[in-house]
């Protein structure tokens, strides 16, 4: 993977974060017998309708997940650094002018009502340290709009870790919450600067690792010790695991603790094409899409989630065609990462 360019790297990570949301916001919480037969049906549908008409673009429209990374993303670009109090601005902001048809988290708009009533003015941290009775939110909500992170400071793991953490915290001050946006970021630039991943199970030690030595939030490590020698075990499996599996072992809902490492997983195991029976016809961008979303709990997030990791690996052209154009968002994320990856070549020249 070492020959595909940067850019077309940095591009895969956004547009796959995108693509991952549109085609996750199809099934999430949706139990079906066959789920991954299901998604490869819905892949094909979208395709095919693309195909037969000029007016599908932006037809599939993505949730919170992608609002949330524009959000941060694009304040980014704006200012060329992370200024907390326009970051909470664009969330609340965002929320407020498109909530019902976004899905977002079952709590998180208190943080946005109470954020709107400070005017997004001093302490935006406030409001978040007062969620679930003081204890934060763990919830994958800040983990699933990390990807711009890893452009911002692709190279400079020090400071991926920081800024994870920082915006993390305007709306989940979890320690779970905090290390889950932390692990995702950290994921995504790893896969970003890997030649070629021959040893997935190390690729997972040496996430942790990072995790371990960067992050000042040690409360809670324990529980992304656990999850990852989980991820490893599964990673070791010889028989085909399924979905159902995933969903028992490691989760697949709601929390940063069952989403991030399930996306990890997704993406380490379809690495190997003949691994899947049933999608090993499929690049492995895709590969990563279909099963990911296939666990149909919180399958827009970890769909969107390992789909940033994979972008990051496989770049942005394994992503059809017709899916960039039948997503909604699909050309601001590739300009995004773009101006992202620029910002980070000037700082990093001078
Ligand atoms: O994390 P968040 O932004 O939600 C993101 C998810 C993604 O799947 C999106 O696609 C969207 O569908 O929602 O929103 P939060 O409200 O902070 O957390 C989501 C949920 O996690 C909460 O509604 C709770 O059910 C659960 N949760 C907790 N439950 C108990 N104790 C989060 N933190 C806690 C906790 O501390
Ligand atoms: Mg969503
Ligand atoms: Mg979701």
Known sequence: MGSIPLLERARGVTLGA????????EFEYD?????????IKYLKDVQNRVKGSNSEKGSVLYTDDS??????G?????HRKFEANNVARNFSETYFSSSSQRFYGGNVSNVFIELKRINYYGD???PALQQFNGSGSYGNGSAMRVSPVALFHHNDVPNIVKLAG??????????LGINGAILQALAIEKALSADEITDPVLFCQDLLEQLKEHTTVTEGLGVYEDKMKKVIEILQQDELVKPSTINTVIGSGVSAQAAVPAAILSFLYCLDRERIPLISNYNGMLRTALYSVSFSYDSDTVGSMACAIAGAYYGEKCIPDEWRIACE?????????????GINKDTNNK
């Not at 995108?18 to 916001?25: I, K």
């Open 31 to 39: 139990w079906a017998v066959n789920p991954l037969e299901d998604v």
């Open 124 to 126: 935006v941290y406030g």
């Open 67 to 72: 609002c949330m990374t524009f959000d941060l």
């Open 74 to 78: 694009l304040s980014l670009v704006k």
């Open 329 to 341: 968002g699909a050309d601001a994320a590739l300009k995004m990462a773009s101006d992202l990856i």
């Open 18 to 25: 995108v693509f991952g949301d549109c085609l996750g916001a």
């Open 166 to 175: 920082e915006q993390s915290k305007i709306t989940h001050t979890h320690p």
